[in-house]
């Protein structure tokens, strides 16, 4: 699931800690409680305008 198009991982302002999402059902898959990134898994861009 991890190599999944579907899922990415965002920074969560409040905390500093990263957060999996699906994309397709548009929910938070997990969240990390370690620092720094998940590895193997893209990291969303914010969309422009």
């Known amino acids: ?3 999944s198009q ?3 991982q965002v920074k969560n302002p ?3 800690h ?3 999402i ?3 059902q548009g929910k938070i ?3 990390k409680t ?3 990134p998940y590895k193997g898994i893209p ?3 914010k969309k422009s305008k």
């Open 34 to 36: 370690s620092p720094g």
């Open 6 to 8: 579907n899922v990415v």
């Open 43 to 45: 990291v969303a861009k």
């Open 14 to 16: 409040r905390s500093g």
């Open 22 to 24: 699906n994309r397709a």
């Open 29 to 31: 898959v997990a969240h």
């Open 18 to 20: 990263y957060v999996k």
């Open 1 to 3: 699931m991890a190599k």
